[in-house]
């Protein structure tokens, strides 16, 4: 392991050199920029510790063409100028960690290690960064099964299919597809269909022409034509209305479109990857997905895991999500292997999108540089959205549909009949038969629990207290 010490002073340069090698490293000293980066271009460094004061120049000014040398090699800045200004200055360019003179020279040797163990051992930048320009991170066995069928589609035009729960990074796979494809010089268009309301669908897919409708003024494109020559990304699509599926598969089938209120059918050339987290099998058999849009859409089906089944990867996401945070202005954090391991431990129901947004919290609240165990775990403890409680309610919830096997179409009606009832009778044995309580803790209504302790045929004043 080798480390490049670059200092103008000779004794400082000699103490550190002595406890560098007493760790293991071999030391390599220069005193000028011009040295450091002929050493830089000629050999490979695993860190390098650096002052700021040079004979030739600033240290700090020039990181950048450290930066070019040696894009991936963590950086530790010296200083004895102790000011704000220097610690922004050293914060400014992503360095490892920032020592004001005089230091500890036993902290900055194990810090050495540290940013040495993070770089090869825990890979925190070849890992977290996304491979080939892929949006998407991890190498875990199911993301290689993603990654593989990701490769066999970019080449042709086959309509895809991405299938996964919330928060796993659908439109992550539809944006890889678009960007590596043989379409990345086009457009990128994502539409959410299930946000859209069931009157408007048609002319956000669509189109329409000015007077088709009250407030359309002006003409106006919908998203296949905006996609034209692209991909048009289709999210929850399983959450589309009916009318407008039948539409959308007139499209797909003729590759033509009619703008609301227009005449002309107009050719559109788009690539069609959609997403959904729902099963549309069952829907398909209780009438609410069309099965022929189903076959048409289902041409290569990407099954995108949920992150409890890629735990492996949860360190390398942590660590590029970190990374994330620090290009959007929030403060600079490494993430230990303890720390690393304890989110990969974590249960994530809300997948990578939970994750995502846990770890920019993370960075906003962790005061250390450096992310450790301790400090992770306290912060889980205030986050963590379910209890034990509730995982054995959700425990229940899984019996029920595994036992029971509910109609599918009619699963929702089916769960209510079987927790409602069980529900309302518990929650006035605690509350003693009082209605309002009971109401008050539910969060409803009181004479909505009245109207529906009536249709339950539940008597409050008969149940045992």
Not at 359 to 364: E, G, N, Q, V
Not at 431 to 447: E, F, K, W
């Amino acid at each position: 392991m080798s480390v490049l010490l670059v200092e103008d002073d000779a004794s400082i340069a000699l103490v550190i050199t002595a406890a560098l090698e007493a760790e293991g490293f071999a030391v390599t000293c220069c005193d000028s920029i011009s040295e450091r980066n002929r050493l830089l271009s000629s050999f490979g460094y695993q860190a390098m510790v650096t002052d700021v004061m040079l004979t030739d120049g600033d240290g700090i000014e020039t990181i950048g063409q450290v930066r070019e040398a040696a894009p991936d090699m963590p950086i530790i800045i010296l200083s004895a100028q102790n000011t704000l200004d220097t610690a922004v200055r050293a914060s400014d360019t992503g360095a490892f960690e920032y020592f004001p003179k005089p230091f500890d020279i036993d902290e900055l040797a194990r810090t050495v290690r540290q940013a040495v163990g993070n770089a090869s051992a825990n890979g925190a930048r070849d890992d977290a960064e996304p491979e080939a320009g892929l949006p998407l991170v991890g190498r875990s066995a199911a993301m290689q099964t993603v990654y593989r069928m990701i490769a066999r589609v970019l080449r042709n035009d086959l309509t895809v299919l991405v299938l996964g729960e919330s928060g796993t990074g659908k439109e992550l796979v539809a944006e890889a597809i678009h960007q590596l494809g043989h379409r990345k010089a086009g457009p990128f268009v994502a539409v959410n269909t299930a946000a859209i309301p069931a009157e408007l669908i048609e002319s956000e897919l669509f189109g329409h022409e000015k007077g088709a409708f009250t407030g359309a003024v002006a003409r106006h494109a919908g998203k296949f034509e905006q996609a034209s020559g692209g991909t048009l990304f289709l999210d929850e699509i399983g959450d589309m209305p009916l009318d407008a599926q039948t539409r959308l598969l007139r499209a797909l089938q003729s590759g033509t479109i009619r703008r609301v209120g227009g005449r002309e059918e107009i050719a559109v050339d788009v690539r069609i990857v959609a997403a959904t987290n729902k099963e549309l099998e069952p829907m398909i058999a209780a009438g609410s997905f069309r099965e022929d849009l189903f076959y048409r859409i289902n041409v290569v089906p990407i099954l995108l895991p949920p992150l409890r089944e890629r735990a492996d990867d949860i360190p390398a996401l942590a660590r590029h999500f970190l990374q994330l945070a620090a290009i959007e202005g929030l403060p600079r954090h490494s993430l230990s292997s303890e720390a690393a391991a304890l989110l990969a431990n974590q249960p994530w129901r809300g997948n990578v999108r939970e994750l995502r947004n846990f770890i920019f919290r993370l960075a906003l609240l962790v005061r250390e540089n450096r992310i450790e165990g301790e400090a992770l775990q306290a912060l889980l403890v205030q986050s963590r959205r379910t209890g034990p409680d509730v995982e054995l309610f959700e425990q229940a919830v899984a019996q029920w549909l595994t036992t029971s096997a509910p109609v599918p179409g009619q699963i929702y009606d089916a769960a209510l009949a079987a927790f409602e009832r069980p529900l309302f009778i518990e929650t006035l044995r605690e509350t003693q038969g009082n209605q309002l309580r009971a109401a008050q803790r539910l969060g409803i209504n009181r004479n909505t629990l009245r109207k529906r302790l009536t249709e339950l045929e539940i008597d409050p004043a008969q149940l045992p207290r």
